[in-house]
Nanobody, 123 residues
Framework: QVQLVESGGGLVQAGGSLRLSCAAS????????MGWFRQAPGKEREFVAA????????YYADSVKGRFTIGRDNAKNTVFLQMNSLKPEDTAVYYC????????????????WGQGTQVTVSS
């Protein structure tokens, strides 16, 4: 089993940056593809970014491509999401998730989820 704990959320002005981190428990972190998702009030959870087990390939939603960067450190059991040029529409609760299968943008394919961290971007 994997436990995930996100951190790094907060309030930032439009155009600013935040770096989210997700710490994973267990010794099998490198066995999981990792993803970041977000959910705004009244909206469904949506895919943000994902990274393969090795970190060799990354995938992004069109809405964040060029602004967000996902990375992982398997030695430290962490995955991060660097968010630059933030916009008010990026406001949401951000979740990290672990998938024992192939990397994917489908939330239902992920086996473990963190509790989420709030990101608020003011205009």
């Amino acid at each position: 089993q994997v436990q995930l704990v996100e951190s790094g959320g907060g309030l930032v002005q439009a155009g600013g940056s935040l770096r989210l981190s997700c710490a994973a428990s267990g010794r099998t972190f490198s066995s999981y593809a990792m993803g970041w998702f977000r959910q705004a009030p009244g909206k469904e959870r949506e895919f943000v970014a994902a990274i393969t087990r090795s970190g060799g390939s990354t995938y992004y939603a069109d809405s964040v491509k060029g602004r967000f960067t996902i990375g992982r450190d398997n030695a430290k059991n962490t995955v991060f999401l660097q968010m630059n040029s933030l916009k008010p529409e990026d406001t949401a609760v951000y979740y990290c998730a672990a998938s024992s299968g192939l990397v994917t943008a489908r939330p239902r394919a992920y086996d473990y989820w963190g509790q989420g961290t709030q990101v608020t971007v003011s205009s």
